[in-house]
Every structure is written in C-alpha cells, then in structure tokens.
C-alpha cells in the first residue's frame, strides 16, 4: 500500500502534460523508450528519446519522466503495486480539483493506462532507481568551490604594513541533507599541503573507478555515468 497524500507541486505539470498529451505525442514516447538505452536519470533519458518523440519539447518531455520517476522510486519505497500508486494518483487529483491538473471523467482512463505503463517501463525504471540509490545518503554533494587568499601577517610593533604572509584556502563544499529542499554549506580551512593530499585522494578514487570497470565488461553489467 502507498503512502501518497499529496502531489508536490514541482510534479504537478508532468502530470498535467501526461494527461493532455495527444495519443500520437504519448506512442511516440512510449516506442522512443522502449528503443531507448539505459542511462543515469531521467533527464538525460529526456535528452536521448526527445528528437523521436512528437508534441513535447524537451522540458515537457523531462517533466514528464521526472514525475512518473518520482513515482518508481515512492513504488519502490513502499513496496506498492503499480496498479495502487496509480489509483492515489489519480484521487488526490479529484480531490484537488485545480485547473492545473485538468483530470475529467472523460480522460480518466486514458490517464491511468498511460501512467500505469511509464511507471512499468524499464529504461525509466533504470534512469530513476539510479538517482535514487546515488542519493539515498543523508548527506549528497551538489557543488564546491575553493577560495585562494593571501593572508598578511603584521608587524606588531608597527602595526602597519604586513611583513609576513602565508596562502590559505577555504574549501566552500555545497551539499543537500536528506529531503530537504534547502541545501547547506560547509566551509573547511586548508593550507597548501592539505591541498595537495585532496588532490592525492581524488586521484586514488578515479583510479579505484578505473580498475572497477573491467567488472562491467566481463559481467554484461551496463554501468550509467552520472556524469553524461
């Protein structure tokens, strides 16, 4: 059984779009996925199938992936049927009664049938579980930067013109803490040799990665690149 009691609102045009799009738009999405390979989430998945498919720009296509996504991974959590998730989807729609989410008697069935068979597909299955199991940590890096500074050291019987001085870093990491919409910062004080050691331990993974990927090869495993 789910656990759904609400559609944030970031999936809220996905869905709207997935109910208006015409049949010709939504087969052409379907055969587009089904031709598609397997790729690290769904907005490159957006990116491979978007010249196939008909009556959606790109955005509108990630949308769309990325709200019926975002119900793969809610199936997953919960251990619910398809067949479930679908259903509260399409109550808590009823009960919103937005023009946002323009759901009628009418296309009701058409919506259930297209969403019960995007949240079936295996390339969107394998572009959302991988976001899913990359970011399952509490704490998940989004970006860094790394300040340069000279820092002077003055005379202190003069106070006035700096006789000394040494180079500093401040490593600024920007990450986000569980389902928090917010992100965080960090920042973290390093001196020269502290860089170097970074540098040393971000080539030791990178050559960690490389011996590990021999693996996929001799298994048939195919390994998705967050970094496509």
């Known amino acids: 059984m789910s656990n759904i009691s609400s ?3 970031r999936f809220q045009a996905g869905l709207a779009t997935l109910i208006s799009i015409e049949d010709s738009g939504y087969n052409s999405l379907l055969v587009a996925l089904e031709n598609a390979s397997l790729v690290f989430n769904t907005k ?9 498919v008909k009556g959606l720009n790109l955005n509108e296509l990630r949308a769309v992936l990325s709200s019926a996504g975002s119900l793969i991974d809610l199936r997953e ?5 398809t067949s479930e998730i679908v259903q509260d989807i399409i109550g808590i729609i009823n009960e919103m009664e937005s023009d946002s989410l323009p759901l009628t008697k009418e296309t009701e069935g ?5 969403l019960s068979k995007l ?3 295996r390339q969107l299955y394998f572009a959302s ?3 899913d199991m990359i970011t399952e940590y509490e704490n998940v890096f989004v970006s860094v930067r790394i300040a340069t500074d000279l820092r002077p050291v003055y005379d202190n019987q003069t106070n006035e ?18 389902e928090e919409s917010d992100h965080r910062d960090l920042y973290v004080a390093l001196d020269s040799e502290n860089l170097k050691y970074l540098k040393r331990m971000i080539e030791r993974a990178e050559k960690k990665a490389e011996s590990l990927r021999p693996i996929f090869k001799q298994s048939g495993i195919i390994e998705l690149h967050p970094e496509e």
Not at 44 to 52: D, G, T
């Open 44 to 52: 490159n998945l957006a990116l491979q199938i978007s010249p196939s």
């Open 7 to 9: 559609i944030p609102k």
């Open 77 to 81: 959590r919960d251990e619910a049927a």
């Open 129 to 131: 579980k991988s976001v």
């Open 161 to 178: 013109t700096p006789k000394a001085g040494m180079i500093s870093h401040i490593l600024h990491l920007h990450y986000q803490r569980g």
């Open 110 to 114: 058409r919506f259930r049938d297209r």
């Open 119 to 121: 949240l079936d597909n």
